[in-house]
């Protein structure tokens, strides 16, 4: 367990503490983009960003300090409440948070047999749990396609529980061509839809095999044009009387049947 000792209050870097002020403009996504730099907020999140060697500084409130003592190097900067409050998008913030490089560019890897797809993603809330899923399943890749929030976005690295570090998340402006690169990698491309011919619980024999699941927008599904595109529509079974599932849920219930399927015994 890392030693640490309070510091005293003149010891501490404030709001105006220029290494602070450059860390809080990485909550803005201009900001991330012109410094390669994110925030990492929380123990999980700092957890698996510091097992991948992306984290340049690491900033601890006193009491955050004295929760999460086992993430201490010695080599961490203790902020001021406020300061911390400045560095949060959260109400209440946690009292860790690293400062880490951009994620690695990513594509899908060789071999690949089950990859996430969410198409033009906006709520980071959801990229970051279906990023988690995908993770707890054990898929092989996330593809966020379209005009998808970025996934370094301090809600969706929050949300992923650090699992963003974990996985590859690919970024494709164009979703035909992320289709036509899934395809050409060798997974058959799987469309959610309400109206789909393929009922999930009689999709055994296709969930076998490499597959890519395309996940429409949380208001408006996924366009017919790329429904179109996949090799099969399917639709999950709904036996209560909700109209339909959020974005999250169902990628959940479709990445975990191919999971199921993917790694029968």
Same mark, same amino acid.
């Given at each position: 367990m890392a030693q640490h000792s309070q510091r005293p209050a003149d010891q501490l870097f404030t709001e105006r503490t220029p290494r602070v002020v450059a860390a809080s403009k990485l909550l803005r996504a201009a900001g991330r983009r012109k410094a390669g730099r994110f925030l990492a907020e929380g123990s999980n999140a700092v957890t698996s960003a510091l097992r991948t060697g992306l984290v340049e500084e690491v900033f601890v409130t006193v009491d955050g300090a004295e929760r999460y003592p086992e993430l201490l190097t010695g080599r961490e900067a203790y902020v001021t409440d406020r300061?911390?409050?400045?560095?949060?998008?959260?109400?209440?913030?946690?009292?860790?948070?690293?400062?880490?490089?951009?994620l690695p560019e990513a594509g899908t890897p060789d071999g690949a047999r089950l990859v996430a797809v969410p198409v033009d993603v906006a709520e980071p809330g959801n990229a970051g749990t279906l990023i988690r899923v995908a993770d707890a399943v054990g898929a092989d890749?996330?593809?966020? /396609?379209?005009?998808?929030?970025?996934?370094?976005? %301090?809600?969706? &690295?929050? !949300?992923? =529980?650090?699992s963003v570090?974990?996985?590859?998340?690919?970024?494709?402006?164009?979703?035909? /061509?992320?289709?036509?690169?899934?395809?050409?990698? %060798?997974?058959? &491309?799987? !469309?959610? =839809?309400?109206?789909?011919?393929?009922?999930?619980?009689?999709?055994d024999d296709l969930l076998s095999g490499p597959v890519a699941w395309l996940f429409g927008n949380e208001a408006h599904g996924l366009p017919g044009e790329l429904q179109d595109l996949a090799d099969h529509r399917v639709r999950i079974p709904i036996r209560g009387r909700a109209e339909s599932l959020n974005l999250a849920t169902a990628a959940s219930i479709c990445l975990y049947a191919a999971s199921r399927v993917q790694n029968r015994s």
């Open positions: 300061a911390m409050r400045g560095l949060s998008d959260t109400v209440t913030p946690p009292g860790i948070v690293a400062v880490c490089r951009s890749a996330v593809v966020l /396609a379209g005009d998808s929030v970025d996934p370094m976005n %301090g809600k969706v &690295v929050r !949300a992923s =529980a650090g570090f974990h996985l590859p998340i690919v970024q494709e402006r164009d979703p035909s /061509a992320a289709i036509a690169g899934l395809r050409a990698a %060798g997974l058959s &491309v799987l !469309a959610t =839809a309400a109206d789909g011919e393929v009922v999930l619980d009689d999709a």
